[in-house]
Structures are given as structure tokens and as C-alpha cells.
């Protein structure tokens, strides 16, 4: 049969694609070479930061809000308790610009926010140690989307709601057809998948799909996370007593301890190149040593405390950090919908809103 759309790639942009199409009415299939949520895509992983304090940039401000409102109206639809309000505390100096521009959107648009001084940081967070930080933004609205499985909730959503699923790697569709539209692609076992309109949401994988035209637009980073075991007895690393928190100065975020996996603490500053197929997932020691070097300065009652856990993941990112969702210049019904650049999970319920709408005509 022909679709009216195929999805290629059921991470969190494909996936909320989907759920928005079918909720459009149109025919839907989504195709995913692996797993919704699977260890090797950037939709992986146990959870993911969901924050509104994006600096003067109030296009994403407004998008997390968004994403925040169809997040949580999807799990009380499915009954997936994946959101934590965990809190969202930003670390930061005295003249950093991005805190301050935060500040000013997030009460420009209503969203509540509260500045912390040093000594309030003190006394509502006695774990961290302040030294350097001279105020901090606080979100007590924002919080933890819990990545995996919440991929995965979508795409079931999708699905019950009459969307089909294939499990398929597809051939990338250069050379299929020199211009103008596709009328089908084809998977590597061989089968063909006909649709009117083509969405390729392969995250890591979106630049080896589209060489030509994505390949110097697109770079992919290693991203490693490890997760350290906290104090026997010492519930202070979860919420609500630990937030979630950033210090973009330093390139480190981290998350309280949830669900008993350890206190959990990220490099956000761009990592080496990698192949999301062939590359090793080891944590490596230099990263690991930054990692207990920020730790023992930034939370005293962690220095000593073990790594119960480490993951290696990727960023796909784009020169600017923006998204990329755009027509491919040769084929009108082939939409390329990527360059999440570390920061594209929270958003993508927002995401498939816009890109459905854009498709079916009502933007």
C-alpha cells in the first residue's frame, strides 16, 4: 500500500512526527532500523533535561513550554508517569549573559522563575558547594523526561492510534531518483515503501543518509555521562531535596539520583568526532577524570564517591545549534528533520507539531 507519510527514524523527533500526523488523519507508516529509544541513538539513554531558560533565544523558550504541555498531556493519556519536576537550578557568575538574558524571557513570558543569591543557594542546597557561583535561576517547573522510555511511550502512542510500524533499515534515496518527487524507497531486505510525502528524522545518521547535502552541514560528537553512586543512607542527591542543574560555564549539567541509579553528571562541552555504527561506547579515562575533578570541587559529600555507571552517547549538531527542518533541494516530498545539537530531545513534541503542520498544509 502507499502512505500518505513515512517516517524514517522513530527517535523523539520521528516518533512525535508520527503521533502528530496520525492525529491529522493521514496514513502513517514510521520505519526504524533498530528500536524507539535504542542505546545507540541520540534518543537513548535513561533521561534528558527539560528546562525553558534558553538566553534571548525565545523561539526555544516558547518550544519547551510547548513540549513541556504535550509531554505531560501524553502521559496521562497512556498512563507513563516519565516526567520528574525536578527543579531546573542554572549556576551562574556574575556577568554571565545568558543567565541574565534567561531571567528576563522567562518573566517576559510568564514562566515562573526565581533568582537565588548566593547565600539562598546556600541554605536550600547545603550539597553543592557555591564557590565561584554568584546567583543561580532557578525553574521549579521544569525537570527530567525519562528518554528511553518515553520514546518508546510515543511511538506506542502512534501506533495504537492506527500508525504502522516497520522495523527496516532504508537505503539512502540519493541516486533513486535524480530530482523532483519520490515515489517510494527501498530497505535493504529488498522491500519498497511507497508515501506521498518522505521525513527522515535519523538523528546521527541524517548526514551519511544525505551526504551531499547534509555532510558539511552536520558534524557528530562523542557525549559521555556517567552516573556516581551517592551516601549510603544520604537521600539529599534526590529530588525534591537535589535538583536538576547547569553550570554552562564550566560545560557540565547533571541530574539528581532517580530511580537508585546515582547522582548523574554530563560533559556538554563538544566531544571528538564519531560514527554512530561503528564507534566504541567505552567511557574514556580523560573524560572521567574531568568528570571527578568537577565533582569533588562542586559537590563535597561526592569526592569519594564510586562511578556505578557510564554511557557514551552523541550529539548531532549543526554550525549554529539550530534544528534542521527543510525540504531536500532535489525531491519536494523528501523532508529532512534533524541537527537536534544536544538539546533537541525536550523539544520534540513541538517539533512534530510544526513539521505536521507544515505538511498537511496548516502553517
Given at each position: 500500500m502507499a502512505y500518505d507519510?513515512?517516517?524514517?527514524?522513530?527517535?523523539?523527533?520521528?516518533?512525535?512526527?508520527?503521533?502528530?500526523?496520525?492525529?491529522?488523519?493521514?496514513?502513517?507508516?514510521?520505519?526504524?532500523?533498530?528500536s524507539p529509544g535504542n542505546a545507540l541513538s541520540s534518543s537513548g539513554g535513561e533521561s534528558r533535561i527539560i528546562r525553558m531558560s534558553y538566553g534571548g533565544d525565545e523561539i526555544y523558550t516558547r518550544m519547551a513550554w510547548r513540549s513541556l504541555e504535550l509531554w505531560r498531556a501524553l502521559f496521562a493519556a497512556t498512563g507513563d508517569d516519565l516526567f520528574v519536576p525536578t527543579g531546573v537550578l542554572w549556576l551562574a557568575r556574575r556577568e554571565e549573559a545568558?543567565?541574565?538574558?534567561?531571567?528576563?524571557?522567562?518573566?517576559?513570558?510568564?514562566?515562573?522563575?526565581?533568582?537565588?543569591?548566593?547565600?539562598?543557594?546556600?541554605?536550600?542546597?547545603?550539597?553543592?558547594?557555591?564557590?565561584?557561583?554568584?546567583?543561580?535561576?532557578?525553574?521549579?517547573?521544569?525537570?527530567?523526561?525519562?528518554?528511553?522510555?518515553?520514546?518508546?511511550?510515543?511511538?506506542?502512542?502512534?501506533?495504537?492510534?492506527?500508525?504502522?510500524?516497520?522495523?527496516?533499515?532504508?537505503?539512502?534515496?540519493?541516486?533513486?531518483?535524480?530530482?523532483?518527487?519520490?515515489?517510494?524507497?527501498?530497505?535493504?531486505?529488498?522491500?519498497?515503501?511507497?508515501?506521498?510525502?518522505?521525513?527522515?528524522?535519523?538523528?546521527a545518521w541524517l548526514p551519511g543518509v544525505f551526504p551531499d547535502v547534509l555532510g558539511s552541514r552536520m558534524f557528530i560528537t562523542r557525549q559521555e555521562v556517567f552516573f556516581f553512586?551517592?551516601?549510603?543512607?544520604?537521600?539529599?542527591?534526590?529530588p525534591p531535596q537535589f535538583p536538576t542543574w547547569l553550570e554552562m560555564s564550566a560545560g557540565m549539567y547533571g541530574m539528581p539520583d532517580l530511580e537508585g541509579r546515582g547522582a548523574k553528571l554530563a560533559l556538554d562541552s563538544h566531544g571528538p568526532l564519531m560514527d554512530p555504527d561503528r564507534d566504541e561506547r567505552a567511557p574514556s579515562a580523560a573524560a572521567l577524570q574531568l568528570a571527578r575533578d568537577y565533582l569533588h570541587n562542586r559537590f563535597p559529600r561526592l569526592r569519594?564517591?564510586?562511578?556505578?555507571?557510564?554511557?557514551?552517547?552523541?550529539?548531532?549538531?549543526?554550525?549554529?545549534?539550530?534544528?534542521?527542518?527543510?525540504?531536500?533541494?532535489?525531491?519536494?516530498?523528501?523532508?529532512?528533520?534533524?541537527?537536534?545539537?544536544?538539546?533537541?530531545?525536550?523539544?520534540?513534541?513541538?517539533?512534530g507539531e510544526y513539521v505536521a503542520g507544515l505538511i498537511a498544509g496548516e502553517r
Open positions: 507519510i513515512a517516517v524514517i527514524g522513530a527517535g523523539v523527533f520521528g516518533a512525535w512526527c508520527a503521533h502528530f500526523f496520525r492525529a491529522a488523519g493521514l496514513s502513517v507508516v514510521l520505519v526504524e532500523q533498530h545568558g543567565a541574565s538574558a534567561s531571567e528576563a524571557t522567562l518573566a517576559r513570558l510568564g514562566i515562573q522563575a526565581e533568582r537565588l543569591d548566593a547565600e539562598e543557594l546556600r541554605r536550600r542546597f547545603p550539597q553543592i558547594s557555591f564557590a565561584g557561583i554568584d546567583w543561580g535561576l532557578y525553574e521549579p517547573g521544569s525537570g527530567v523526561l525519562m528518554a528511553r522510555r518515553a520514546v518508546a511511550a510515543v511511538a506506542r502512542a502512534a501506533v495504537r492510534n492506527g500508525a504502522a510500524y516497520k522495523s527496516a533499515a532504508v537505503v539512502p534515496p540519493a541516486g533513486q531518483s535524480a530530482s523532483g518527487r519520490l515515489a517510494s524507497i527501498q530497505t535493504l531486505n529488498g522491500d519498497s515503501i511507497a508515501a506521498g510525502e518522505f521525513v527522515f528524522c535519523c538523528g553512586g551517592t551516601p549510603a543512607g544520604d537521600t539529599s542527591f534526590r569519594n564517591a564510586p562511578l556505578a555507571e557510564a554511557r557514551v552517547c552523541q550529539y548531532e549538531n549543526t554550525s549554529s545549534g539550530d534544528f534542521i527542518i527543510d525540504r531536500h533541494p532535489r525531491h519536494e516530498n523528501l523532508w529532512m528533520v534533524g541537527g537536534g545539537s544536544g538539546h533537541g530531545f525536550k523539544h520534540g513534541p513541538a517539533v
